[in-house]
């Protein structure tokens, strides 16, 4: 039988049932996104994850399903283990332990990531974790997930998904501590802040290295003397200024009236500030990943 000779009534009702599928699994995607970059540290891996996820699901008879979300996300948890033990086998880094600020997530994705973030520093963590530690620890601590079925998903009993959760959890807890290094930052970018809140035009230059760039979405300043300058003209948006961590970076976050309106980070050399990135543009700020501190 070829295509021209399926009934009419049949296509479209096939059709229907396609879209209502499609539908149901888009009610998803940001769940199941936010559980894949937690489980492998890669946007690009992840999406690659839930896009199994999907294949999956247009080869399932899904009819006796209750919960669509929960076996999504059991789909999504045994891809992502299957990927990090593949990674595992061939010793190789994933693509972005970090999450990069020029990575768009755009809408509700985005504000659900945000509203859920781990953190760059956990991710970091978390790839020192076996693959069945780090699938317990995310699925159950991060996402709720009963100790049953991570048990079924790693192939064990849910006393040793439990022991995997609790091994990784005090793995975790033990690491989550600042390095000097990022204390040291911290303490720069408020000093920066400081001196650009009281105008002090010596200090900022003493903070910024003497080849400092500063990028904007409109131009580049290049030199301490250039850079204070524009600094010294920050000082309104320094008030309102937050400690954050942008793409990863050490950075700020300026709200006004309850949104993001612009992010700054900074790159360091020998606890000067040599490069500040000031993301304005209502589309580039959208599509920052940024976790207030």
């Known amino acids: 039988m070829n295509e021209n000779s399926i009934p009419a009534g049949d296509g479209a009702r096939k059709a229907a049932e396609n879209e209502f599928l499609a539908r149901r699994f888009e009610s998803h995607r940001s769940h199941l996104r936010a559980v894949a970059y937690r489980m492998l540290g890669s946007r690009a891996e992840a999406d690659d994850a839930v896009q199994e996820a ?3 699901l247009n080869r399932t008879d899904t009819a006796a399903v209750e919960n669509l979300g929960g076996w999504l996300t059991t ?3 045994r891809v992502c283990l299957d990927m990090l033990r593949s990674r595992r086998s061939r010793a190789e880094e994933p693509l972005d332990t970090t999450a990069r600020a020029d990575v768009a997530v755009a809408g509700p994705e985005q504000d659900a990531l945000l509203a859920d973030s781990v953190g760059a520093a956990l991710i970091v963590v978390l790839e020192t974790l076996s693959p069945a530690e ?4 995310v699925l159950h601590d991060l996402f709720a997930v009963s100790y049953e079925e991570v048990g079924d998903i790693v192939g064990r009993s849910p006393v040793a998904a439990r022991q995997l959760a609790s091994r990784a959890r005090r793995r975790v807890q033990g690491a989550n501590v600042p390095d000097r290094q990022q204390v040291r930052q911290r303490e720069v970018v ?6 650009a809140r009281e105008g002090d035009f010596e200090a900022l230059v003493e903070l910024l290295d003497p080849d400092v760039i500063a990028r904007t979405d409109v131009g580049v300043a290049v030199g301490a003397q250039a850079v204070a300058k524009g600094a010294s003209r920050f000082a309104h948006y320094a008030f309102v200024a937050r400690d954050a961590l942008v793409g990863g970076a050490t950075g700020l976050a300026v709200f006004l009236e309850g949104r993001l309106d612009r992010a700054l980070s900074f790159t360091f050399v020998r606890d ?5 990135e000031i993301v304005t543009d209502p589309e580039r700020v959208a599509a920052l990943d940024v976790e207030l501190l």
């Open 272 to 276: 000067r500030i040599a490069v500040i």
């Open 134 to 137: 780090r699938l317990a620890f």
């Open 54 to 56: 999907w294949f999956r």
């Open 190 to 195: 408020n000093a920066f802040l400081a001196a």
């Open 75 to 77: 789909v999504v948890g």
